[in-house]
């Protein structure tokens, strides 16, 4: 959950006025689900919809998280 919250922090704080749906013209939206399992592990998903300068700004802030080869 520390990493969801710092990229939801970041993208709070570096886009603060156009978080919502992109098809209204909106930089990012998200979809956080959370699940606790059986014997009590948790699984969490944090889908991120994104604009193309959304998209350049979160791979700059977070090399590698997106898994894609240099």
């Known amino acids: 959950m520390a ?3 710092r990229i ?3 993208a709070r704080a570096r886009f603060p ?3 919502g ?5 909106m ?3 998200d ?3 959370v699940q606790v399992e059986d014997g009590g592990w948790h699984s969490v998903a944090l ?3 994104a604009s193309p300068r959304f998209a350049e700004a979160f791979r700059e802030a977070f090399p590698g998280a997106l898994g894609e080869a240099d």
């Open 17 to 19: 006025d156009t978080h």
């Open 21 to 25: 749906p992109l098809d209204e013209g």
């Open 27 to 29: 930089d990012w939206d």
């Open 47 to 49: 889908t991120l919809a």
């Open 31 to 33: 979809d956080l689900q």
């Open 8 to 10: 939801l922090e970041w």
């Open 3 to 5: 990493e969801v919250r």
